[in-house]
């Protein structure tokens, strides 16, 4: 019998991370399109075009919700590929902190994708979120293994990470902001989350999108 190679490795972690995010998503596309009607049978309808304007709150919060999701997951099965492969000479230990870190990302993304009704509840597991990806960011750049343009970018979401998690906390609890009504915060999130995603994807760029590989 041959030894497992690392190549094997990284499909599995991958793949494991891979269906509990895409359960994630797929409750949040859920959320988002069905209701259960009140009958007592609780039957699931699909909603219309209309329905989601209608209810542009919860709407708004699933649209977040993927705001969030998509650089994530897209980040997380990057670094899975790339630290996996460059760390053949580490201890299993250094890799396998990448994967139980992001799998527990996973994890709060699918908690995020149950909370999208609750806006509080869903802004705490955003935090959660945040504050995971600030502390796994943090230990990894201390790895010499890594690429520049890893290195580069894991410093980049610690940037992002830092005063996006310290915003939505005031969002969550200072009084001022609490003063706003649900559908302004909601908005006032759907926004921030946008602009937060548009910075990720513009300024790591080169790792999203293996451009510096490309130069080569």
Same mark, same amino acid.
């Given at each position: 019998?041959?030894? $497992? &190679?690392?190549?094997?490795?990284? *499909?599995?972690?991958?793949?494991?991370?891979?269906?509990?995010?895409?359960?994630?998503?797929?409750?949040?596309?859920?959320?988002?399109?069905?209701?259960?009607?009140?009958? $007592? %049978?609780?039957?699931?309808?699909?909603?219309?075009?209309?329905?989601?304007?209608?209810?542009? #709150?919860?709407?708004? *919060?699933?649209?977040?919700?993927?705001?969030?999701?998509?650089? /994530?997951?897209? #980040?997380?099965? *990057?670094?899975? @590929?790339?630290?996996?492969? %460059?760390?053949?000479?580490?201890?299993?230990?250094? $890799?396998?902190?990448?994967?139980?870190?992001?799998?527990?990302?996973?994890?709060?993304?699918?908690?995020?994708? *149950?909370?999208?009704?609750?806006?509080?509840?869903?802004?705490?597991? !955003?935090?959660?979120?945040? @504050?995971?990806?600030?502390?796994?960011?943090?230990?990894?750049?201390? +790895?010499?293994?890594? %690429?520049?343009? =890893?290195? +580069?970018?894991?410093?980049?979401?610690?940037?992002?990470?830092?005063?996006?998690?310290?915003?939505?906390?005031?969002? &969550?609890? /200072?009084? $001022?902001?609490?003063? /706003?009504?649900?559908?302004?915060?909601?908005? !006032?999130?759907?926004?921030?989350? =946008?602009?937060?995603?548009?910075?990720?994807?513009?300024?790591?760029?080169?790792?999203? /999108?293996? &451009?510096?590989?490309?130069? &080569?």
């Amino acid at each position: 019998m041959t030894e $497992p &190679r690392r190549e094997d490795v990284v *499909l599995i972690a991958s793949t494991l991370y891979s269906i509990v995010a895409g359960l994630a998503i797929t409750t949040a596309i859920a959320a988002l399109l069905t209701r259960v009607a009140q009958t $007592p %049978s609780n039957t699931t309808l699909v909603l219309s075009p209309v329905d989601l304007v209608g209810n542009i #709150g919860r709407t708004l *919060l699933v649209l977040s919700f993927f705001l969030f999701a998509i650089p /994530f997951y897209h #980040g997380a099965t *990057l670094v899975l @590929a790339t630290t996996m492969r %460059s760390s053949s000479h580490e201890p299993v230990s250094s $890799p396998m902190l990448d994967f139980f870190a992001l799998f527990l990302e996973a994890g709060i993304l699918y908690a995020m994708s *149950l909370s999208v009704g609750l806006s509080n509840i869903f802004l705490s597991w !955003i935090i959660a979120l945040l @504050a995971v990806d600030m502390v796994w960011a943090g230990l990894a750049r201390r +790895r010499d293994t890594i %690429s520049a343009t =890893l290195q +580069r970018t894991l410093r980049w979401w610690i940037i992002l990470d830092v005063p996006a998690a310290g915003f939505l906390i005031a969002l &969550r609890l /200072f009084p $001022p902001l609490l003063a /706003f009504d649900e559908g302004s915060r909601i908005a !006032i999130l759907f926004a921030f989350a =946008l602009v937060r995603t548009a910075l990720d994807y513009g300024i790591c760029r080169d790792f999203y /999108f293996a &451009r510096a590989s490309r130069k &080569r």
